[in-house]
């Protein structure tokens, strides 16, 4: 059974940096797309970036475009969401997902074609 464990949220001043991380168990990243999610307070859980471990492809979509990379290593089963200018409507909690059956389009991550989560990481924005 795959298990994933986010970590390295925290508190980060507008226009800042923050690196999440997302460790993948029991099973390798070979096989597997991984997702990226945030869900705030009263709104929906929102995609905002998957990537193919396969070949390596990968999307970001919507506010975060532009702003948010994700990266692998293949190596230590870990996913990265590198957060670069972050804004006054990134705080959520951040979620990755993986299922063994998706593969990551241009539309960006659908959270009902997840089967395993994370219990997610807080990002809070504060100057």
């Known amino acids: 059974q795959v298990q994933l464990v986010e970590s390295g949220g925290g508190l980060v001043q507008p226009g800042g940096s923050l690196r999440l991380s997302c460790a993948v168990s029991g099973s390798t990243l070979s096989f597997h797309a991984i997702g990226w999610f945030r869900q705030a307070p009263g709104k929906e859980r929102e995609g905002i970036s998957c990537?193919?471990?396969?070949?390596?492809?990968?999307t970001v979509v919507g506010s975060v475009k532009g702003r948010f990379t994700i990266s692998r290593d293949k190596g230590k089963n870990v996913i990265y969401l590198q957060m670069n200018n972050v804004k006054p409507e990134d705080p959520a909690v951040y979620y990755c997902a993986t299922d063994p059956d998706y593969y990551c389009s241009d539309d960006g991550p659908d959270a009902t074609d997840f089967t395993s989560w994370g219990i997610g990481t807080q990002v809070t924005v504060s100057s």
């Open positions: 990537i193919n471990s396969s070949d390596g492809s990968a």
